[in-house]
């Protein structure tokens, strides 16, 4: 299995995982990729820009579903990547769900969500102490209509940066 | 807030107090309003004319507002009461097919109390339904005094309690879908009296009043994550009720005694409902299961819990002890069904259902038989009881770039849904008791 061979690649790397606990709170913002100062430049490709960008900051999911399609793993996988090499960098993953379900439902959905990609980054060799996850619910949508188009890049899981030595 | 001392005394009569056939039985088969005239109070003083007015005002509101009264305009009357205490002319209120007759004076001191005596009067068999009543507060609280005794004439003629000097607390929104502010707010079950309670530099949701009105839980964003709130509504502070790190809470209820919180704690992906004993800080594990256990809300005896878990692969109502342990499936119908809630008499069930790509607001019995749909939407949620369980006050969403959330209510038998008016979009209503 690739996620296997991943992690088995990445365990050497593990060592630049950041352990301590920043006080820093992870903003509310959730359409912000990163809590620092600058992005830095895409070209650069280890900037939060080129994360972001390059790589893909975040995965979508089925309706009412928290598991991870292929292409979000390829993607997971190219974070896990990027995480490795870029050890200053803890992060917060915000689950999200569409407007359609209660409010307290769709929490609980984001969450698991952010926890599915918790657990993948997790298996390719970041250490669950550098991911702290979070759920929005329906309570910050990126796309605003009603109807699928919108609903299906809502349903996301985003991987922010938090950068310890900023 | 509730700290209003309202003086109530019968005033004495000396008419026989047979009981009287002016009823309404509010049953699921009504109705048609029944026929009422509310002549404006007699000002006593001269400084209580626009608070008699404005007073009228808030009981034929209050009275009409219910669907199950319809006022005779002032226009229609053929005499005036002048006197509060002169005997009133019964066939001038017949002919104008008045039912029931409601006068009223109003005083102001000097020191700006206000006292307000009214009677009731069934106007066919000529004679008053229960006796006088004399109410007095400062001079804030005519709204008040104007709920209560509306309150009373309801209460006389249904037999039932009222339910209109009480409050709602919601969320109070603004901006776009995708960036909205949120803060709490608090007001009148009519809409008056609308007062902000925290700030909206984070997310803010479901808030729930305490028994006694004097607390609300709410689930807030200040710490970055979903975090339950108490706060304390005589001082408006806050203060977090569960400090875990690395969880996430919400869905907060009260138990009936106010003693214990139900609240929903996600760890690692799965969302279980847990109690905590406010006394001690004491927590109880309800479920464990690895399906999403949210929205509690505790039976008015305290011995058990309704809840919603996709734990049978969709959404589902389920009830248990309110210590844990089996649960049985109440919801059946097709469809999915969310934020179940307790009625305050104990015998139905209000929740959310979705089905067909549509959302209801329904009520069911505690075995799931029946499920009565009173809303279709393209986003209704929410629901909240009257203190009374006659009324159900919920958020109703409009869909597309524009759309916004606003609250309705509506009685329990689907009739009289109606727009509650708010200053901004509102979301997550919770009705209070019935003040004191």
Same mark, same amino acid.
């Given at each position: 299995?690739?996620?296997?061979?991943?992690?088995?690649?990445?365990?050497?790397?593990?060592?630049?995982?950041?352990?301590?606990?920043?006080?820093?709170?992870?903003?509310?913002?959730?359409?912000? !990729?990163?809590?620092?100062?600058?992005?830095?430049?895409?070209?650069?490709? !280890?900037?939060?820009?080129?994360?972001?960008?390059?790589?893909?900051?975040?995965?979508?999911?089925?309706?009412?579903?928290?598991?991870?399609?292929?292409?979000?793993?390829?993607?997971?996988?190219?974070?896990?990547?990027?995480?490795?090499?870029?050890?200053?960098?803890?992060?917060?993953?915000?689950?999200?769900?569409?407007?359609?379900? !209660?409010?307290?439902?769709?929490?609980?959905?984001?969450?698991?969500?952010?926890?599915?990609?918790?657990?993948?980054?997790?298996?390719?060799?970041?250490?669950?102490?550098?991911?702290?996850?979070?759920?929005?619910?329906?309570?910050?949508?990126?796309?605003?209509?009603?109807?699928?188009?919108?609903?299906?890049?809502?349903?996301?899981?985003?991987?922010?940066?938090?950068?310890?030595?900023? | 807030?509730? @700290?209003? &001392?309202?003086?109530?005394?019968? &005033?004495?009569?000396?008419?026989?107090?047979?009981?009287?056939?002016?009823? &309404?039985?509010?049953?699921?088969?009504?109705?048609?309003?029944?026929?009422?005239?509310?002549?404006?109070?007699?000002?006593?003083?001269?400084?209580?004319?626009?608070?008699?007015?404005?007073?009228?005002?808030?009981?034929?509101?209050?009275?009409?507002?219910?669907?199950?009264?319809?006022?005779?305009?002032?226009?229609?009357?053929?005499?005036?009461?002048?006197?509060?205490?002169?005997?009133?002319?019964?066939?001038? #209120?017949?002919?104008?097919?008045?039912?029931?007759?409601?006068?009223?004076?109003?005083?102001?001191?000097?020191?700006?109390?206000?006292?307000? =005596?009214?009677?009731? $009067?069934?106007?066919?068999?000529?004679?008053?339904?229960?006796?006088?009543?004399?109410?007095?507060?400062?001079?804030?609280?005519?709204?008040?005094?104007?709920?209560?005794?509306?309150?009373?004439? $309801?209460?006389?003629?249904?037999?039932?309690? %009222?339910?209109?000097?009480?409050?709602?607390?919601?969320?109070?929104?603004?901006? %776009?879908?995708?960036?909205?502010?949120?803060?709490?707010?608090?007001?009148? $079950?009519?809409?008056?009296?609308?007062?902000?309670?925290?700030?909206?530099?984070?997310?803010?949701?479901?808030?729930?009043?305490?028994?006694?009105?004097?607390?609300?839980?709410?689930?807030?964003?200040?710490?970055?994550?979903?975090?339950?709130?108490?706060?304390?509504?005589?001082?408006?502070?806050?203060?977090?009720?569960?400090?875990?790190?690395?969880? =996430?809470?919400?869905?907060? @209820?009260?138990?009936?005694?106010?003693?214990?919180?139900?609240?929903?704690?996600?760890?690692?992906?799965?969302?279980?409902?847990?109690? =905590?004993?406010?006394?001690?800080?004491?927590?109880?594990?309800?479920? @464990?299961?690895?399906?999403?256990?949210?929205?509690?809300?505790?039976?008015?005896?305290?011995?058990?819990?309704?809840?919603?878990?996709?734990?049978?692969?969709?959404?589902?109502?389920?009830?248990?002890?309110?210590?844990?342990?089996?649960?049985?499936?109440?919801?059946?119908?097709?469809?999915?069904?969310?934020?179940?809630? #307790?009625?305050?008499?104990?015998? =139905?069930?209000?929740? /959310?259902?979705?089905?067909?790509?549509?959302?209801?607001?329904?009520?069911?019995?505690?075995?799931?038989?029946?499920?009565?749909?009173?809303?279709?939407?393209?986003?209704?949620? %929410?629901?909240? #009881?009257?203190?009374?369980?006659?009324? &159900?006050?919920?958020?109703?969403?409009?869909?597309? @770039?524009?759309?916004?959330?606003?609250? $309705?209510?509506?009685?329990?038998? %689907?009739?009289?849904?109606?727009?509650?008016? /708010?200053?901004?979009?509102?979301?997550?209503?919770? #009705?209070?008791?019935?003040?004191?």
């Amino acid at each position: 299995m690739k996620k296997l061979k991943n992690a088995i690649l990445f365990t050497a790397l593990v060592m630049l995982t950041a352990c301590s606990n920043s006080g820093n709170p992870f903003g509310g913002n959730s359409n912000d !990729t990163f809590f620092g100062n600058d992005m830095g430049d895409i070209s650069n490709p !280890t900037s939060p820009a080129y994360f972001q960008q390059a790589i893909g900051d975040r995965v979508f999911f089925a309706i009412d579903q928290s598991n991870l399609s292929p292409e979000a793993m390829d993607l997971l996988s190219s974070q896990a990547n990027w995480l490795m090499t870029n050890g200053d960098y803890e992060i917060i993953v915000e689950g999200h769900a569409d407007e359609q379900g !209660t409010r307290d439902y769709n929490v609980a959905l984001g969450a698991r969500r952010a926890n599915s990609v918790k657990e993948y980054l997790n298996s390719l060799g970041i250490a669950a102490s550098r991911i702290q996850t979070v759920s929005y619910g329906k309570e910050r949508p990126i796309e605003i209509c009603s109807n699928e188009s919108c609903y299906s890049v809502n349903r996301r899981a985003v991987t922010v940066l938090n950068n310890l030595g900023s | 807030m509730f @700290r209003l &001392i309202f003086a109530a005394f019968i &005033i004495l009569n000396g008419g026989a107090l047979s009981a009287a056939p002016l009823r &309404i039985e509010i049953t699921q088969g009504v109705i048609e309003p029944m026929p009422f005239a509310v002549p404006v109070f007699i000002a006593e003083t001269p400084n209580a004319v626009e608070v008699a007015r404005n007073l009228t005002n808030v009981v034929r509101n209050d009275l009409t507002g219910t669907g199950l009264f319809r006022e005779i305009p002032t226009s229609a009357h053929v005499s005036k009461i002048t006197s509060f205490s002169s005997p009133v002319q019964f066939s001038d #209120w017949q002919v104008i097919n008045a039912d029931a007759l409601i006068t009223g004076s109003v005083s102001v001191n000097n020191s700006g109390k206000v006292t307000v =005596m009214f009677r009731v $009067y069934d106007v066919f068999s000529q004679q008053e339904l229960g006796s006088g009543l004399k109410f007095s507060g400062n001079a804030n609280s005519w709204r008040r005094i104007a709920h209560k005794v509306a309150d009373e004439v $309801y209460s006389r003629i249904t037999g039932e309690t %009222g339910y209109f000097d009480s409050r709602i607390v919601f969320v109070s929104e603004t901006g %776009g879908k995708a960036q909205r502010r949120k803060r709490l707010a608090l007001m009148d $079950y009519d809409g008056a009296n609308v007062k902000y309670l925290t700030d909206s530099n984070s997310i803010v949701m479901a808030p729930r009043f305490s028994p006694k009105g004097d607390k609300v839980l709410y689930t807030s964003y200040a710490s970055g994550f979903p975090q339950v709130q108490i706060l304390n509504v005589g001082n408006v502070r806050s203060r977090p009720l569960i400090n875990q790190a690395g969880t =996430m809470t919400f869905a907060p @209820r009260f138990s009936p005694n106010g003693n214990s919180v139900l609240y929903s704690l996600e760890n690692g992906g799965n969302v279980d409902i847990y109690r =905590m004993q406010l006394s001690n800080g004491t927590v109880k594990r309800l479920t @464990r299961s690895p399906a999403i256990e949210t929205a509690p809300s505790f039976s008015p005896d305290g011995k058990q819990i309704v809840f919603e878990s996709d734990r049978s692969g969709s959404q589902q109502l389920y009830i248990m002890s309110a210590n844990g342990g089996e649960a049985r499936r109440i919801s059946f119908g097709s469809g999915r069904y969310g934020t179940p809630v #307790w009625s305050p008499r104990g015998d =139905m069930i209000a929740f /959310t259902k979705q089905s067909k790509g549509r959302f209801h607001i329904g009520v069911m019995r505690l075995d799931g038989s029946e499920e009565r749909l009173l809303t279709a939407s393209f986003l209704d949620e %929410g629901p909240t #009881w009257s203190p009374n369980g006659r009324v &159900i006050v919920f958020s109703r969403s409009t869909q597309g @770039r524009n759309g916004t959330s606003s609250l $309705y209510s509506v009685d329990i038998s %689907g009739r009289n849904l109606k727009p509650l008016i /708010t200053p901004e979009g509102a979301s997550d209503p919770s #009705w209070s008791p019935l003040a004191r």
